[in-house]
């Protein structure tokens, strides 16, 4: 068995942040819903779409360090160590935000791993050269397959769908959407992880 795991929105949890960022900018009322969809689609709606781009480099770039990882995450890979489960982490990320100042979201997101001992620490058994940041999806997709990945966790269904059959697709779903398809399996929280590979 060989775990591929994706990053934003799977290992790291940017909800809240980019709900304060929004708030901090006078974007949104501090009542809607602390979710990271709930404040891109009011930000759609209410016509200011390039902000909401701004937001994402702020968030993935300078401000990541306030991101914190989801629960039970870490706790779940000290498990799967212990089962010398090997996992790679392979994220699709662009280099350079798309709008705003110029800055290596590679590098601020290996930082985050490393400020969390995530990676290079005896605990999750992750080092640095088993994370993977892919500039497109297909480059993604493509060392998934390359790594022999068996088993692949990703809270993006299009992501899922792209991977090639005899992987098997295991889609993370915290907020619950009910996704439709027989051919993979949804957990709801990190704790779940470990059965579902067992």
């Not at 001992?117 to 998934?144: C, H, L, M, P, W």
Request: charged share 30%; proline share 5%.
């Amino acid at each position: 068995m060989v775990l591929g795991i994706d990053f934003d929105n799977t290992i790291i949890k940017y909800d809240e942040l980019f709900h304060k960022i929004a708030c901090e900018k006078g974007l949104i009322s501090a009542e809607l819903p602390k979710q990271k969809n709930a404040v891109r689609d009011y930000l759609r709606e209410s016509g200011v779409e390039d902000e909401w781009t701004i937001i994402q480099g702020e968030v993935y770039g300078e401000r990541i360090k306030e991101a914190v990882p989801f629960s039970g995450m870490l706790e779940t890979l000290q498990k799967l160590n212990a089962k010398q489960i090997p996992i790679n982490i392979v994220s699709h990320k662009t280099r350079e935000p798309y709008l705003g100042p110029k800055r290596d979201l590679h590098e601020a997101a290996l930082s985050w791993l490393k400020l969390n001992q995530i990676i290079d620490t005896e605990a999750s058994g992750v080092k640095e050269d088993e994370v993977f940041f892919e500039v497109t999806k297909e480059d993604k997709i493509n060392r998934i397959v390359q790594l022999g990945c068996t088993h692949y966790l990703d809270d993006l269904p299009e992501i899922l769908e792209m991977i090639p059959q005899g992987i098997s697709k295991i889609l993370f779903s915290p907020n619950g959407e009910e996704i439709i398809n027989s051919n993979w399996t949804v957990i709801r929280s990190w704790n779940d992880l470990p059965s579902v590979l067992s």
